[in-house]
């Protein structure tokens, strides 16, 4: 009888537990956030950034790909919601001080409803070229990011040669010389 009892308050909690975990996804979808299974980053190497976009940074200026001596540059993806960004932020800045990384060549995409000089931390402001944008922008869509933070280096001919998720993974590379990269095992 008392094995009875266990089993049966067992599954009264395990049914509270889907109950209540069931409860905070129709709350989130109902509150518009959208939701996604964790996956590894989308953007592969040999990629090509576009350059025919009409982005603007956030003083209103034109921005094109950086050229000029075939250097490698950082295109970098973050939210403005984003925890693992916020985590991620104050090691990308040693890794862009580090690799004495001039902001011409740091372009950071900041996906957000309102991307402005308060909103964005002054750390990002300093170190790179902000760029804001949703998560539907153009150049978001045709290199098919979906997660933040996405780090990729592009080569001077505007092809994607290393790709991560993980500012732990850009810290090993040189953004000089990288290392082509491999796709990214999905978290399990």
């Known amino acids: 009888m008392i094995a009875f009892a266990l089993v ?23 509150a518009g956030a959208e939701v996604r299974a964790p996956r590894g980053t989308d953007v592969q190497a040999g990629a090509t950034v576009p350059d025919d976009l009409d982005l603007t940074d956030l003083d209103g200026a ?5 050229t000029g001596g075939g250097e490698p ?10 925890g693992g960004c916020k985590e991620q932020l104050p090691r990308y800045v040693r890794y862009l001080r580090r690799n004495a990384i001039p902001p011409e060549r740091a372009v950071s995409v900041v996906i957000g409803d309102e991307v402005t000089r308060g909103s964005v931390p002054a750390e990002l402001l300093r170190f790179t070229r902000v760029l804001p944008a949703s998560a539907t922008s153009p150049l978001v869509a045709r290199l098919k990011v ?12 505007g092809t994607v040669s290393y ?11 040189d953004p000089r010389r990288p290392a082509p990269s491999a796709p990214e095992p999905a978290p399990a």
Do not use: K
Request: hydrophobic share 50%; with cysteine.
């Open 62 to 66: 034109p921005w094109r790909a950086p």
């Open 8 to 30: 049966a308050l067992l599954l009264s909690c395990c049914g509270c537990a889907v109950a209540v975990a069931l409860t905070l996804r129709v709350r989130q979808v109902l």
């Open 146 to 157: 979906s997660s933040w933070p996405t780090y990729l280096v592009v080569g001077g001919d």
């Open 163 to 173: 790709a991560t998720q993980s500012v732990s993974r850009l810290m090993a590379i």
């Open 73 to 82: 540059w950082l295109l970098t993806f973050m939210s403005l919601d984003c």
